[in-house]
């Protein structure tokens, strides 16, 4: 199922900027960084790119009206950020791609380049916690079949 077969989205809703000035520079470099990692995830074929996407949108979403609306509105991913934030959640093939990858990556990791068991734990926790969140997270199917 593509996204472009969801009902149609609500309107965009208005950017809520955090009134810090500290807190609202520190949220648009966190966008920045993830609209990066989010973008090399539609290059790179093991990084997931919708899930930093999200988090890009969400830290914009706090910071810059600009920045938000320019992820939202952009012709290639903006309909999928629109998507999750409107309650569709995360499509079940993003969600197996996305748990497999960190699987692999984990395992990779903990055989070939983490040393020391303080590190190979803290690995493992961070992992666990990545894959709660998804599995946690609205499957859009699920949502658009009433589930």
């Not at 949220?27 to 074929?45: D, H, N, R």
């Not at 899930?51 to 509105?73: D, G, H, I, Q, T």
């Not at 629109?82 to 993003?94: E, K, L, N, P």
Request: with cysteine.
């Amino acid at each position: 199922m593509s996204v472009d077969q969801l009902p149609p989205l609500p309107e965009i809703e208005e950017a809520q900027i955090v009134s810090s000035p500290i807190a609202r520079v520190g949220f648009v470099v966190l966008g920045f960084l993830c609209l990066g990692l989010g973008i090399a995830g539609y290059v790179v074929p093991v990084l997931p790119g919708t899930v930093f996407l999200l988090a890009a949108a969400w830290f914009f979403f706090k910071s810059s009206e600009r920045m938000y609306l320019w992820v939202v509105n952009h012709p290639r991913f903006g309909h999928t950020v629109r998507a999750y934030r409107a309650g569709y959640g995360i499509r079940r093939r993003v969600k197996i791609y996305a748990i497999a990858l960190m699987l692999v990556s984990v395992g990779l990791s903990l055989t070939f380049a983490v040393d020391g068991n303080v590190a190979r734990v803290l690995l493992v926790a961070l992992a666990l916690v990545g894959m709660t969140f998804i599995l946690t997270r609205p499957t859009t199917e699920d949502v658009i079949a009433g589930r």
